[in-house]
């Protein structure tokens, strides 16, 4: 296999010519902008040092509108006398009826909303997205989506026509489920640009011709539920030959053209469908579906019954003992007047009596394995119910099997959690707040980068946490972060702002998605927010101090202006045998050790980013601050003996991953991480922040076994406890479902799913180097351990699949790997030999 070294790229009118490299990803487009509305073709050649290649295959990309002034189609709202209160509002249909003269040669629709839609044209339904525009910072991005609609335009006659709902715009969201968070009145824009068989262009577009109405969509919102009463239908409402009867003209709308964005990111779709592994009768006329899976998504329900037939479906995680769905452990409390809240979920359907109809509400998702069916006219079996997966349709891109079934179903419910949380935004779970919160994605997107190619993903997310970013570099917990008009602390939610942890998913996500994919621009991109953020904590940190430590020590020692111990931060949140805490008692306590670790963390990423941007003032600015911040976390924490104060599992840990113990000290601080673990029952003691470095820190620094103890371990607090217990996802909680079999909190929460990180980069071994990105030199050093007798790993890079498969046979370690064109690999092997490794497949051997 020969090695790249040049290439030449055409497309449209460009030519790079033959460009002496060996690049072969992110290589940029050099041309020409083309307008708006352009396909470009494009195809590519290389030479190698063993010859040249033909031209690939042409393949194409096409630009949307691209500029205000491409829009002729203005903004329109529905009527609505009278809006009912959030969880109980209707959908809206808007349609437009118009001629063609000639067929349609091309044609293209840009759609967007303030809400969600879905768009219709003669009958049919426009594409395969679902939830539509999806979930932005409204007020600085909203996402158009372009659909190709050739085929379904005809001479003569035609509608288009969509269904309008709250959506993320204005339905209830986050923990205590406010509604309206960017706006009180919902709004749809649609443009449609039919090229006809002569050549002429027509444009049309919503304006004042357009009409709207309500249909059978009675109410619809993202965490109450969806109900449709299909005796109100207005079937053929979008398809040419129907009346207008009982539609009123629709009202302008004035909102900006200037924030409206393609989204770097894949579509929500339905990616999987489900069909139930049993159904359960409660009683006359109650039933509950079990999906065998927690999933993000809603359920198809055919055999609707005689009409008036009204079914009631409630979506839950888990059932209680007498086999229903219970909800409780979902139901949220509003901190700011203490009242419980309700768990959403609910979906309701009455039947017209039409054998063809079938309920699936588009407008709506859910968080759950069970369904509790109430109001059957008869039986409900296996073949009336089908599960719908619904998230953002990620390519996969890693894989990871092993001997031990229990560990590849530890791996499966971790992937199946992430899945229910990429749902057009990384979220913390898909039921009780379905909000984008920071610290979750930033310790969990490295494990998301090798299972899927989350860099899209990420950076329209990204885009979102600056737009959202305070004027002092504060970040939101949670982005987007609807509701949010103004920088105060008047509002329970709002006044946690600014936690170490959290915020600095500023700076790591950016650095992690440089590492997965080598894409450089999205740390120019970002520069601005992650400097935002580390001289927030730095100046917080120097301006401000904890009230203990004043008491304590009433003249301040040098260190302490690089001692970030003030404002509220979670800290290792939700660590064993914790639950949600008092808040009052909460938000006051110290967690400078946790913040100032992570400050240095952050500030050590912001120099070594500078470098890679050529920023060298900043190189030395942010690489000063780190020193200082570690050597004051040093006097302040840490022993003689390397024994850390407060004296946690998730402090040594945390330590020893970031960098914070002197060298002579890491030994002996590794020791006391031991020491702390055994004393534990062998059991694991972390939370949120270091649960992601645990078993890395463990084997990387001379206490592999104990790694895989703690990995095979069987009674709580663990990951295989979960899986025994019954888990098909991750947990929020380590008891998620204690040992009496009652639930707790969230059941579908990825982030102390990321110790599958272990098994891809430790137990198979497939590693980035800390000075390279994008899999373009990589190492391969597989760590085997007990209870494991093969694994295998693959992760499709952007350089083509990395393989790792090893067993152990007869005493000895033999480990097949592939490299892909383009890479160098390190091999490492269990008897401590290094072999540089070219591209194309390899095999090595030796002793166990």
């Known amino acids: 296999m020969g090695r790249q070294v040049a290439y030449r790229v055409q497309a449209g009118d460009w030519d790079s010519g033959r460009v002496e490299s060996p690049d072969s990803v992110l290589v940029p487009y050099g041309g020409p902008e083309p307008g708006s509305g352009r396909r470009v073709e494009w195809r590519v050649q290389v030479w190698t040092d063993v010859g040249e290649s033909r031209w690939s295959a042409p393949s194409w990309w096409e630009t949307g509108l691209l500029d205000p002034s491409d829009w002729r189609a203005r903004w329109v709202a529905p009527v609505e006398d009278v809006v009912p209160p959030p969880g109980r509002r209707p959908a809206h249909l808007l349609r437009c009826a118009f001629r063609l003269p000639d067929r349609a040669a091309r044609a293209r629709a840009y759609a967007t909303a303030h809400g969600v839609y879905e768009l219709f044209l003669n009958g049919a339904r426009v594409g395969d997205m679902e939830l539509t525009p999806g979930f932005t910072s409204y007020h600085h991005t909203l996402q158009v989506q372009t659909y190709d609609v050739t085929g379904l335009l005809a001479p003569g006659d035609n509608v288009i026509g969509a269904v309008l709902t709250d959506g993320w715009y204005r339905g209830e969201t986050g923990y205590h489920r406010r509604a309206n968070g960017y706006g009180h009145r919902l709004a749809l824009l649609v443009q449609l640009q039919v090229e006809i068989g002569s050549g002429e262009t027509i444009v049309l577009g919503t304006g004042p011709h357009w009409r709207s109405t309500n249909g059978a969509i009675v109410a619809a919102d993202l965490i109450e539920g969806q109900e449709v009463d299909l005796e109100r239908a207005r079937c053929g409402w979008a398809s040419p030959g129907t009346t207008e009867d009982c539609w009123s003209p629709v009202e302008p709308a004035d909102h900006d053209l200037s924030r409206l964005v393609s989204s770097p990111a894949p579509p929500v779709r339905r990616v999987e469908v489900l069909r139930p592994v049993r159904v359960s009768a409660l009683g006359p006329g109650r039933h509950v579906v079990d999906l065998g899976q927690n999933v993000n998504g809603w359920v198809r329900v055919t055999n609707l019954g005689p009409a008036g037939t009204r079914l009631t479906l409630t979506h839950g995680e888990a059932l209680g003992a007498d086999g229903d769905v219970t909800m409780e452990h979902l139901r949220p409390r509003n901190h700011d007047t203490g009242e419980l809240l309700g768990a959403g979920q609910v979906d309701r359907v009455t039947s017209a009596g039409r054998a063809e109809d079938a309920f699936e509400p588009r407008h709506t998702m859910h968080g759950f394995q069970f369904v509790r069916v109430e109001g059957c006219q008869g039986s409900l079996t296996q073949d009336d119910v089908t599960g719908v997966v619904v998230h953002t349709d ?45 610290g979750d994605w930033q310790l969990f997107v490295p494990t998301a980068a090798f299972l899927y190619d989350v860099a899209g993903f990420s950076l329209k997310w990204l885009r979102d946490l600056a737009a959202d970013q305070w004027r002092d570099g504060r970040v939101t917990n949670v982005v987007p972060d609807p509701g949010r008009t103004a920088e105060r602390d008047d509002d329970f939610l709002t006044s946690l702002t600014g936690s170490a942890g959290w915020g600095d998913a500023a700076v790591i996500v950016p650095w992690e998605i440089w590492r997965n994919y080598g894409d450089r621009q999205v740390l120019e991109d970002q520069w601005a927010s992650m400097v935002a953020w580390v001289e927030f904590a730095a100046r917080t940190a120097r301006e401000a101090r904890h009230p203990d430590r004043a008491a304590r020590r009433p003249q301040p020692a040098p260190h302490e202006a690089f001692l970030w111990d003030s404002g509220f931060h979670w800290g290792e949140w939700l660590a064993p045998g914790e639950s949600s805490p008092d808040f009052a008692t909460f938000r006051t306590l110290d967690k400078g050790d946790v913040a100032t670790a992570f400050l240095c963390r952050s500030a050590s990423l912001l120099a070594r980013i500078a470098a890679l941007l050529g920023r060298e003032d900043d190189v030395a600015r942010y690489a000063r601050l780190a020193d200082a911040v570690r050597g004051a976390w040093q006097a302040e924490y840490i022993g003689p003996d390397g024994r850390i104060s407060p004296h946690t599992q998730a402090n040594h840990v945390r330590a020893l991953a970031f960098g914070l113990v002197p060298d002579e000290l890491r030994a002996p601080t590794a020791a006391n991480l031991v020491t702390l673990v055994r004393e534990a029952g062998t059991h694991l003691g972390t939370g949120f922040l270091a649960t992601p470095d645990l078993l890395p820190v ?5 206490h592999l076994d104990l790694a895989y103890e703690l990995l095979f371990q069987d009674t709580a607090p663990s990951w295989l406890s979960m899986i025994d217990r019954g888990a098909t996802t991750i947990w929020e909680q380590w008891d998620g479902i204690d040992g009496d079999g009652v639930p707790h909190a969230s059941l579908n929460h990825y982030s102390k799913g990321a110790v599958i990180s272990f098994l891809h980069t430790r137990v198979a071994g497939i590693q980035l180097p800390d000075d390279g990105a994008g899999y373009r030199r990589f190492a391969i050093r597989p760590r085997p351990g007990r209870r494991i007798e093969w694994a295998e790993a693959a992760h499709d890079s952007p350089y083509g699949r990395i393989e790792s498969s090893w067993r152990i046979e ?10 892909p064109p383009g890479t160098t690999a390190r091999v490492e092997l269990p008897d401590g030999r290094s072999i540089d490794v070219e591209p194309g497949p390899a095999s090595f051997a030796c002793e166990s």
């Open 394 to 438: 990620l390519r996969r891109t890693g894989w990871f099997r092993c001997s031990d079934e229990r560990v590849n179903r530890l791996h499966e419910a971790a992937v199946w959690s992430f899945r229910g949380n990429a749902c057009d935004v990384p979220t913390d779970c898909p039921q009780r707040e379905r909000a984008g919160w920071t």
């Open 698 to 702: 463990l084997a990387d620094s001379g």
């Open 810 to 819: 007869g005493g000895r370690f033999h480990l097949r790997v592939v490299i």
